[in-house]
């Protein structure tokens, strides 16, 4: 098995992934070791539209998007393990457990997104997640995942 660490930029990432703007949350992909770990980014821009509203006197991302940040990124992780076509492949987030958020992220903060494969089961997928800023973790959850592949003909 190659351990060679695989980085994804955002063209290859719009073809794995069907979110779109304004809910993909991954903007690059730094490491991706298959079957094991990935660690990508989501710069934090002012101009995220859900700052208009959380808050505007002081903008703080809110944490279910850091979450689904996360989700994003095991999927990428998920994908690079089960060949999958986007256009018939639906990634659900099906469960979390132990979510915690220890550290607040606002604009101009760089969201180090760390994922690790823990296993693989009657279909669902679970992982250990980390989101950190400047080395602080900010959130943290283990998360669960399943790979459903529809109909396109119907």
């Known amino acids: ?11 290859k990432i719009l ?19 298959p079957h094991k770990s990935i660690k990508a980014l989501k710069n934090v821009s002012i101009n995220e539209p859900y700052f208009q509203g959380h808050f505007p006197t002081r903008p703080v991302m809110p944490g279910v998007l850091i979450l689904e940040a996360l989700a994003q990124t095991a999927a990428l992780l998920t994908f690079s393990e089960e060949p999958s076509d ?3 492949t639906l ?10 958020f ?15 494969f823990e296993r693989h ?6 992982f250990k ?4 800023v400047d080395g602080v973790v ?3 959850a283990d998360l669960m995942c399943a790979v459903r592949h529809t109909d396109t003909d119907a």
């Open 102 to 116: 220890k550290r607040v992220v606002e604009p101009g903060d760089q969201l180090m997104l760390n994922c690790t």
């Open 15 to 33: 073809t794995l992934l069907p979110h779109r703007y304004p809910i993909l949350l991954v903007d690059r992909v730094l490491e991706l070791e």
């Open 91 to 100: 990634y659900l987030f099906v469960g979390i457990d132990n979510a915690r």
């Open 129 to 132: 997640a980390r989101a950190e």
């Open 121 to 126: 089961m009657r279909g669902i997928w679970k």
């Open 1 to 11: 098995m190659s351990t060679e660490k695989i980085n994804l930029d955002i063209h």
């Open 138 to 140: 900010a959130a943290e």
């Open 86 to 88: 986007p256009s018939n």
